[in-house]
Nanobody, 119 residues
Framework: QVQLAESGGGLVQAGGSLSLSCAAS????????MGWYRQAPGKQRELVAT???????NYADSVKGRFTISRDNAKNTMWLQMNSLKPEDTAVYYC?????????????WGQGTQVTVSS
């Protein structure tokens, strides 16, 4: 069973930066898309950014221009560089990997890492 582990969360002042990383416990084959999601207290989990196997990226409007998603295919590692952080970015951040083989897909999730932005 593949396990994903996030790291890099913490407490930062508004305007600051954090870099999150997500590492897989072993090589994952047939990755379709990798992404970051977040869940703030009392809110639903929401998409932050995704990156496809081909390198195409997609961002939530709320983080465009401030966050950058990247990945290393060989190492099955993904990062999220977060700049100009705002208090509303406070949430638990989760990494996600979706694999696809034919019509079959599978989701993997990490345990999450807390990001807290103070005003």
């Amino acid at each position: 069973q593949v396990q994903l582990a996030e790291s890099g969360g913490g407490l930062v002042q508004a305007g600051g930066s954090l870099s999150l990383s997500c590492a897989a416990s072993r090589i994952i084959f047939n990755i379709d898309v990798m992404g970051w999601y977040r869940q703030a207290p009392g809110k639903q989990r929401e998409l932050v950014a995704t990156i496809t196997s081909g390198g195409s990226t997609n961002y939530a409007d709320s983080v465009k221009g401030r966050f950058t998603i990247s990945r290393d295919n060989a190492k099955n590692t993904m990062w999220l560089q977060m700049n100009s952080l705002k208090p509303e970015d406070t949430a638990v951040y989760y990494c996600n990997v979706v694999t696809r083989l034919g019509l079959s897909t599978r989701d993997y999730w990490g345990q999450g890492t807390q990001v807290t932005v103070s005003s």
